[in-house]
């Protein structure tokens, strides 16, 4: 259901109300709103949006998941020991860290 009032001849915004929500749905909002910090309503709206745009334009939201991972990749650029060692000699250290498995390449 979908209502606005009208106070004071301006239109406040929009609610919606939903109902039989499934109990671990709810908790599970409940849980997402509190490690956001966000009340469930603004947690809900802020879902609807994302949901939302990534309908509506898939390469977007794959720029912005790119994107999003391009900075948590720079932001730890630098920080773990040896990042000042030659390419080769990381990569060696991977091979020889490695344990038995099947074959492949890198």
């Known amino acids: 259901m979908v209502a606005s009032q009208i106070v004071d001849n301006t239109r406040s915004m929009p609610s919606l109300t939903l109902k ?8 599970r909002l409940r849980s997402r709103a509190t490690q956001d910090q966000r009340s469930l309503n603004r947690e809900a709206i802020w879902l609807l949006e994302q949901a939302l745009e990534s309908t509506a334009d898939p390469a977007s939201r794959l720029r912005q998941e790119s994107d999003a991972q391009l900075g948590a990749w720079e932001a730890l650029s630098g920080r773990w020991e040896g990042s000042e060692r030659d390419t080769d000699d990381l990569i060696a250290d991977i091979y020889l860290s490695r344990t038995l498995g099947r074959e492949h390449t890198l």
């Open 20 to 27: 039989d929500i499934p109990i671990p749905l709810m908790e």
